[in-house]
T-cell receptor
């Protein structure tokens, strides 16, 4: 099976920077996704990496190293509204876009 | 532009019953994927529909079945409900060909099996 691992919980203070790590062991790889999910709501797309390197999008950046099976999501200038679960997901080679393998999610709590 | 919609929002059933959940994809999307998310877990892929056919299936028993209609909307059916089927059921839509990497999730249906 596929193994996607991320920390269960993290805490940080408003205005700080936090890095959420994700490691994966999969049979074939064709892209890594990060989603944000507030309690009781749908996951919303944050970022997508298919090649090694850093993708930046405003306060959010995502990094991928395929050789290490490793990604991180970097959140800068944290705000209270960033308190949510952050889901790392992998698409496998040969799978369509809609089929993703998700980690358990990292619950981030931002304190004032 | 309507996003992904799902109905009902919440549902309570008893063991052994059957349930049907519904999903309308985002306008312009032709592919619907269904996920089960247990409390404290990430979503798990159930199956995907495109052109009214099941295209891919995750590790779920035959009790889970689905359908896609000509207007791209979809249903998820679960027979012989078990307590362990209690979860948030998410529908996600995307465009099969020439679409971006993003798929859009609906708000989900919270199913409770007593």
């Amino acid at each position: 099976g596929q193994n996607i691992d991320q920390p269960t919980e993290m805490t940080a203070t408003e205005g700080a920077i936090v890095q959420i790590n994700c490691t994966y062991q999969t049979s074939g790889f064709n892209g890594l996704f990060w989603y944000q999910q507030h309690a009781g709501e749908a996951p919303t797309f944050l970022s997508y990496n298919v090649l090694d390197g850093l993708e930046e999008k405003g306060r959010f950046s995502s990094f991928l190293s395929r050789s290490k099976g490793y990604s991180y999501l970097l959140l800068k200038e944290l705000q209270m509204k960033d308190s949510a679960s952050y889901l790392c997901a992998v698409r496998l080679r040969g799978s369509t876009l809609g089929r993703l393998y998700f980690g358990r999610g990292t619950q981030l709590t931002v304190w004032p | 532009d309507a996003g992904v919609t799902q109905s009902p929002t919440h549902l309570i059933k008893t063991r052994g019953q059957q349930v049907t959940l519904r999903c309308s994809p985002k306008s312009g999307h032709d592919t619907v994927s269904w996920y089960q998310q247990a409390l404290g877990q990430g979503p798990q892929f159930i199956f995907q529909y495109y052109e009214e056919e099941e295209r891919q299936r995750g590790n779920f028993p035959d009790r889970f079945s689905g359908h896609q209609f000509p207007n791209y909307s979809s249903e998820l059916n679960v027979n012989a409900l078990l307590l362990g089927d209690s979860a948030l059921y998410l529908c996600a839509s995307s465009l099969m060909v020439a679409g971006g990497p993003e798929q859009f999730f609906g708000p989900g249906t919270r199913l409770t099996v007593l």
